[in-house]
């Protein structure tokens, strides 16, 4: 891997149409990601988080600026190197799981290995090993309405790593999830950190669970306020809570007005 | 990314939802069975016409007595009341036809006939052995009148199976006495089973004599019915109905521009005239039967629109982790394509079967023809595709975040 920057945001804007109506989602957005970083984004609803994940992921294109993907310009490329890029070097972790209804754990974590046109026998083996890496080789061949809320996060979670990509994006991993399952996943992101220098972004509400990031970034009407480095889980917690009173305060503030 | 990987992920996706890719196959099952089994009644009619038409005997030209359009001044006569054609005109076309080979008069009548206690009305035919020659009609068992039965007028009968099987149910017909109008007939032969022809008449339901014998002591008439000749061959019978013509225009006299007292018809013509028309009903049912076939394909088209929809978020979670937009527009397409194809098989299994129900149900062999499965094979690829095509593309063009999105 080249040195340098993995991603980098310059005074990026999306602008939504709702018909006539213009909703500025992100408003000049500048950021620079290292290799295996874990960050955390929080912010209230509606500030932007998911937008910019969907950015990172390629799964859309900004309004403005301009977004740089292991130094290459992610607006130059055709739709079919960014399905490419998603299929190789991005995992992408939803809220809602979204798993194929009524296939099993293992042909689901397949399936971006049927997309990179992976022989049979290798998008098995794959299966079965990132299967076991979030210990649910057992479960394999169980659908998803047989699997708990974690499991299936944890299948979720095996399908956005089964061809190694170097970026683990997680939309409000464990929005759905209790707090005891929320921290096993957690546990799990944290671990693919450390082992694998896995680059990992999440969105999350949560002070414990955005804690496991190194690198907490807090966002406001579609601008990233904050963005405090941390060292470690207690220096985390400290920030957003620090985070958390300051918006209380503007938001008392605004409401003063 | 290559088809193989494509056709995995189609039918994997059709595999999950066993009900819709049922019901969205139903359509070209029924469509592509009844255009089986219609062509294949259709072509089982032709054939069946054309094995009744090699059953009057190969290469025969057919004199019937009376005009071809039955109408003589004002009056109409029917078949065989003309009393004209005479034995002597066969002799003249024997003797100055030389395309022609044989000819066997019939003299029809009918009558009581009776055995013991049996009796039967049936009908009766005076003849030469020739007849049989020119019909391709072989003995079950005994012998034909030769021509010195013929010539002495002998009271001798070769029976139709049906008459023997009702006069004699436990007996061998050979040999005994029959009394056919009060006259006392020996039974020589007993023919092979024929068969109704295509209008429902029992061939076998008669009983066969010399014609002098029929002449002389059945029905005192001194004509015949018709000739049946045969011709050296096929193509040379039309010839041959021109010189035949010729002859007997001479023999009764009748001037140019009269109608004649007879008229001549070949095989040929008749074979085509029943070929066309059973053509045409092949047509026919084969063409309201594609109709079928097309709504069909109008219904894959609805229910894999239906199933765009239904299935936006799929294909959101399919864009997400690495497929493009060829990749979801192909594995829409060969899903349709997958479905119209295993439709069009089931079809023709269905179709090939009530293709078998009908065929016992009428009473001849019905005939799966290798091209209404072609037709019909191809015919179903391309409604897959066509009607494929339009939700396969709307699938494609959908983003990914509104897809992801989708509730
Ligand atoms: N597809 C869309 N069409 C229109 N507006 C959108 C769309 N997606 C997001 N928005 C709007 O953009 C803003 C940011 O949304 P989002 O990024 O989802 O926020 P967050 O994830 O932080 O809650 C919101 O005002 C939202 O209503
Ligand atoms: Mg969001």
Known sequence: MQNGPVIQLEEVHKVYHMGEVEIPALQGVSLSVQPGEMIAIMGASGSGKSTLMNLLGCLDHPTAGRYLLEGRDVASLSSVERAHIRNRKIGFVFQQFNLLARTSALENVELPTLYAALPAEERHQRAQAVLRLVGLEERAHHQPSQLSGGQQQRVAIARALINNPSILLADEPTGNLDSRTSVEIMNLLERLNHERKLLVVLVTHEPNIAAYARRILFMRDGLILHDYPVRDRHQALEAVHQIMTEAAEVEVAEARE | ?407
Not at chain 2, 287 to 299: E, H, R, T
Request: glycine content about 10%; charged content about 20%; overall charge neutral.
């Open chain 2, 1 to 407: 990314m290559d088809l193989g990987m494509v056709i995995r992920i189609a039918l994997r996706a059709l595999a999950r939802n066993k009900m819709r890719s049922t019901l969205t196959m139903l359509g070209i099952v029924i469509g592509v069975s009844a255009v089986i089994a219609m062509v294949a009644v259709g072509q089982g009619a032709e054939n069946q016409v054309q094995e009744q038409i090699k059953s009057f005997g190969t290469n025969t030209v057919f004199v019937s007595s009376g005009s071809p359009s039955r109408r003589r001044g004002g009056v109409r006569h029917g078949f065989g009341s003309v009393k004209t054609l005479k034995i002597a005109d066969m002799e003249a076309i024997e003797r100055e036809v030389p395309l022609i080979t044989q000819c066997a008069p019939g003299a029809n009548s009918s009558g009581q006939v009776i055995f013991r206690n049996q009796n039967w009305f049936t009908r009766l035919m005076g003849t030469t052995e020739n007849y049989f020659i020119v019909r391709n009609w072989p003995l079950l068992a005994g012998s034909l009148f030769g021509d010195e039965a013929v010539r002495s007028a002998q009271n001798v009968a070769v029976l139709g199976t049906t008459v023997a099987d009702i006069l004699f149910p436990d007996e061998d017909p050979i040999g005994q006495t029959i009394r056919i109008k009060e006259q006392p007939f020996q039974v020589i032969g007993v023919l092979a089973p024929k068969g109704q022809t295509s209008w429902g008449n029992d061939q076998d339901d008669r009983i066969f004599m010399p014609y002098t014998t029929l002449q002389k002591k059945i029905s005192g008439q001194d004509w015949v019915n018709f000739l049946s000749c045969t011709a050296v061959s096929r193509e040379a019978s039309l010839a041959a109905q021109t010189q035949i013509e010729a002859v007997l225009r001479e023999r009764h006299r009748i001037g140019p521009g009269a109608e004649d007292d007879f008229q001549v018809r070949t095989q040929f013509e008749f074979a085509e005239l029943a070929e066309q028309t059973s053509q045409v009903m092949t047509m026919l049912l084969g063409s309201i039967a594609s109709i079928s076939l097309l709504v069909g394909g109008i219904g894959i088209m609805n229910i894999m629109l239906v199933s765009v929809t239904e299935r936006t978020r799929e294909i959101g979670v399919r864009m997400a982790v690495g497929a493009t937009e060829m990749d979801i527009r192909r594995q829409f397409l060969v899903e349709a394509v997958t479905l119209a194809l295993l439709g069009g098989t089931l079809g023709i299994m269905l179709g090939a079967g009530a293709s078998g129900l009908i065929s016992g149900f009428l009473g001849w062999p019905v005939l799966i023809s290798t091209r209404a499965v072609v037709v019909a094979v191809l015919f179903s690829a391309t409604i897959g595709i066509f009607f494929g095509y339009y939700p396969a593309h709307k699938a494609a063009r959908l983003d990914p975040i509104e897809a992801l999105r989708y509730e």
